[in-house]
């Protein structure tokens, strides 16, 4: 079942976003099977998603912290105590979905978990390739497809360590390591971490086999339609990861960017944007 709530304050105009891109802004979006849901809080630079079990809940990304009223917000609308967040997970450390994700999770006095290679350069500076060249140009158009947002000030000021080619990472909040590829996400029965690398190296979808449902960052968006990611850091690892999620059961994608999308046929005929478009 799926409810879109309404969109509450402080985002950017979605003039823009809605002239170029077909699907529109990301908007909030309750949906629910049985006993699992999933709440979706479109966010400033991303959306955020809110994993629902009884009594237990999961924040994936949060790129700003103009989002954290926001997600309190979502939290009261479900009727979900703030102490039921089990911990803060970012899809990948890119500054659109890391910015807010620190002062979230100590908000929250909740763990931030990441993923083993996320893990590996927070923990050992283990560098995190970004898309260069050709690639990162094409990130430029997307801005303004999703409303030109600017920088609060609470992003200059803190936002700025997490995210970027030169920032260190450093969270505050105590660390919690995910299990590795194909592992249960713990606390959370029916969802398995997925190693998605090739957008970034550190790119994690999560995966909810019953329902079909996959969250996945950046490894799909929906500016157009529903697609492939053509912003990569590694083009082989982003086929590898293509093929691989294309044999899972998805029934509906819930990108980092733009509205969730079904995927009746599954992922295999999702289509790769041409060089030319963002
Ligand atoms: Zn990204
Ligand atoms: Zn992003």
Redesign the pocket.
Known sequence: MIHTATTPVDRPTPLLARLLCPPGPAKDQLIIEGDDGVFAVAGR??VTYLILAPGRVAVVDC?SAADLPLIRRALAKLGRAPAEVCFVLPTHL?F??VMGVDLLARSLKTPVALGTTSLAHVRDGHPLRFPSGLTALRSLATWPMQGMPVFTADDWRGGLDFGFPWSHNRFRAPLLALPQHGAPLPEFSGWTVLETPGHADDALCLHHARTGWLIT??TL?NFLGGEWNPMVCDQIAYQRTRARLSTLHVSRVLP??GPTFATPNGLATLPQRPWWQP
């Open positions: 630079y991303c790129g890119h659109d979905h960052g950046d968006r980092g960017h």
